[in-house]
């Protein structure tokens, strides 16, 4: 009966592929953990529109036919890819780069972090058996992270130590050369009172590759810890995302999504509030165009009393492309006095762009301040007209309220240098002089 | 003022039994045997005399019925309902042929009397006191369990050439009207209840307004279901032709019972060109006892078709009774310029659950709408805003603005708010906003400190959060609206 449920090719496919790369994953004792992912995604099969937290991403509908594990790449073709593609340049930081989902110590420098952060690769983990899968109550059941789990290859286990104030942002690039499916686990804790940034990259070549990866952030009490994203796959990848994180008590979480690349992008993040008086902003901002798809869930979990959350997400479609926003905020009982605003905002340049919004409130509550809001529409002809009787043609005019109306969200990044470097993408996604 | 001074003066007014409208009425009826099956739809067809195309319709839907599944994707609980544990037709005896009210058996009008709907024409609609009436004419059509039992004014409305009849009446004096609308908002295959009512319906209220006619008084129609183990399935069509206006009220009440009951309505409405249609329900069926015991489960489908340009149709709603409200009145912005509005008070108290919103799907250029639904959660309720608002591809300069405030009273209640907002349309323009509060210590300490009492203060800050939605009702249903609105949420403050 279990089995009923996969039935289309690609489903077929999948399922095949699944039982197929069992043998070589890493780790004895994760085993069973895989197994019974596996299970768990025979008796589903890919989320679909039936599925209301994938009503408006139909995965079932892109997933290809033909399906197979990226495979290892050659020096050179990395440093060519690394050399051509989309992403934040010119940034002062530490990096650590996975290529088709594999960590790769040897293109990774972390020497400037020695004594303050500790870097396990996920891979060494597994294998030791050190690595224990603990999902969020509200992440479980997710489709996206039961297929990763039931692929699970590498990533990164990064510890930063009590106290410990990094001076520049980590970032994670992950690279895909050459198709084929990748899938990541990352892991970020941030000590008691310590701070840090990391800088999160996608990106690839042309190929039609996959993407499952997920990061889990651990915030300890008094921890601060910035979050900034790039999704910039290449033209045909498919990429799911999935991001939880834990806040302790009086910690701050600032998250920030900047997606412009693939060809269906899914990203969901899970944030959990364990401590009070604690920070949570969310901040995206999405420019898509072509036939792309762009979905970014959020379900942000108010457990205990006292915490602030505030999301704000703003996205642009041209062409035929389709973005989706679904925030859920979520007050328990006991999370008396919570604050929580969440604002979508979308703009639509196209006449074929479709945009779907669903802001969501759960709350069981009382004492408590929650709104959301949302719009959706095209740019202002005043704006529009001003700045063309000022000279502006057409097309730089609106090239220039693009730009301006994402750069709000990217503005509550809190390092100067990543907001520059943030904006000058979009200068460049758009083709604008910066 | 003196609206606030009534609620303050119904605060002080409440006595313990909060619900009214608990008491049943001793009456015989016909019953038609418990469960579902073809036979008892023929049986509910020939009771009622209906043409062959009739029973086929009802066949049919309820051939397909069969194959649906309930819905389970509302955020309500309540155990597995028993389609064949019900009465599909219950009638209070000797209802046929009677030619006027006079000859209606006494115990029926005492039970409108009651419920404070006088059936002698020349009445009014009560819920005003003597000295404040306000001297309209309103016509009702009184539905008692699966029948209707008087219809009011029939006469001076057929001069002004509108038809109000019961449904069951129309079926058979204007076959032609109602085979090209019925069904055709909403299809037979729509979803489960819809289906179900129309393979059982028994009866309900038929409207036509003439093109050019401005319905001369308000139409009105109050059910009432009184027998035990029934379920209650009328139909409602409403046919506004071009050009025409009308106003049309429903009235909802049941006896006490430990059992739930199911009520599953569905209401049609045609707005043609230049057409209104406004709408507004006082919902206050039997909610349950305080722990959730019995109450009416009221599964409901609602919408409005605004089929030709410059169509409108506005919903107005004020929710208070029944334990599960499972309801989402639409409109179906089809005519180009046509507009929709959703105006809400929905209270829970208890351990009432309610999942109600609306729907709005811009389908024509330059349609607007606007959704202002107002949530009130007391007890141990859930209470959920779930709504649409969509633009298709041809939607150009579709506009619409929605606000769902919600308001918690006491830690113990949900309030949720699910909004899907759907632009196929770069030049459809969509505003959402939503807030979730309790009533804030200011607000209180303002009261108290000009010397108002706890419970009146609520009164009063609960009438102002409300307030939006009771201006765009009648009249007379205003006032009775905000008594109910400070009845239902007795014993949730301290």
Sequence with gaps: ?434 | MAAVKETVDQVREIDVDQYKYGFVTDIETDKAPKGLNEDIIRFISAKKDEPQWMLDWRLDAYKRWQTMQEPTWARVNYPEIDFQDLYYYAAPKNTEGLKSLDEVDPELLRTYEKLGIPLQEQEILAGVSEENRVHTKVAVDAVFDSVSVATTFKEELKKAGVIFCPISEAVKEYPELVQKYLGSVVPVTDNFYATLNSAVFTDGSFVYIPEGVRCPMELSTYFRINEQNTGQFERTLIIADKGSYVSYLEGCTAPQRDENQLHAAVVELVALEDAEIKYSTVQNWYPGDSEGKGGIYNFVTKRGDCREKNAKISWTQVETGSAITWKYPSCILRGENSVGEFYSIAISNGRQQIDSGTKMIHLGKNTSSRIISKGISAGRSENTYRGLVSAHKKASHARNFTQCDSLLIGDQCGAHTVPYIESKNASAVFEHEATTSKISDDQMFYCRARGIGEEEAVALIVNGFVKDVIQQLPMEFAVEAQKLINISLEGSVG
């Design chain 1, 1 to 434: 009966m279990t089995l009923t449920v996969v039935k289309t090719p690609s489903e077929e496919a999948l399922a095949a592929l699944l039982d197929g790369a069992q043998a070589a994953l890493p780790g004895k004792d994760f085993a069973s953990v895989r197994a019974d992912a596996v299970e768990k995604f025979r008796s589903e099969g890919l989320p679909n529109r039936r599925v209301e937290e994938w009503k408006y991403s139909d995965l079932k509908r892109v997933m290809p036919k033909d399906l197979s594990l990226a495979g290892e790449v050659s020096a050179d073709n990395i440093s060519k890819q690394m050399a051509v593609v989309p992403r934040l340049r010119g940034l002062d930081c530490d990096r650590l780069v996975l290529v088709n989902g594999v960590f790769r110590a040897d293109l990774s420098d972390l020497d400037a972090l020695q004594g303050k952060v500790s870097l396990t690769p996920v891979s060494k983990a597994l294998e030791e058996g050190a690595f224990v899968l603990d999902e969020l109550e509200i992440a479980k059941g997710d489709r996206a992270l039961t297929l990763n789990t039931a692929l699970l290859q590498d990533g990164v286990i990064l510890d930063v130590a009590d106290g410990v104030e990094l001076e520049r942002p980590i970032e994670i690039l992950s690279l895909m050369i050459g198709g084929g499916l990748a899938t990541t686990r990352n892991r970020v804790s941030v000590g008691k009172g310590a701070k840090a940034f990391i800088l999160e990259t996608f990106v690839g070549d042309e190929q039609a590759y996959q993407v499952n990866e997920a990061i889990d952030f651990r915030i300890a009490d008094g921890a601060s810890l910035s979050v900034s994203r790039l999704l910039s796959e290449g033209v045909n990848a498919l990429h799911l995302g999935s991001t939880t994180a834990i806040l302790g008590e009086k910690s701050h979480f600032e998250h920030f999504t900047m997606s412009t690349g693939g060809q269906f992008t899914r990203n969901t993040a899970f944030i959990k509030f364990t401590g009070e008086f604690s920070d949570a902003e969310l901040f995206g901002a999405t420019i898509i165009g072509r036939n792309q798809h762009s979905d970014q869930t959020l379900l942000v979990d108010h457990a205990v009393p006292n915490c602030n959350s505030k999301e704000q997400y703003r996205t642009v479609m041209d062409d035929k492309a389709q973005g989706v926003f679904q925030g859920k905020i979520f007050v328990r009982q006991p999370a008396q006095k919570t604050d929580g605003q969440m604002m979508s905002q979308a703009l639509l340049l196209s006449e074929d762009a479709a945009f779907f919004n669903k802001p969501e409130l759960e709350i069981f509550a009382d004492d408590v301040q929650c709104a959301h809001g949302a719009t959706c529409g095209e740019l202002d002809e005043d704006l529009l007209f001003y700045l063309r009787a000022r000279g502006i043609p057409l097309d730089k005019a609106k090239k220039m309220l693009v730009l301006a109306f994402l750069a709000e969200a990217v503005e509550h990044v809190s390092n100067d240098a990543v907001v520059d470097a943030l904006e000058g993408f979009i200068a460049d996604w758009l083709g604008l002089d910066h």
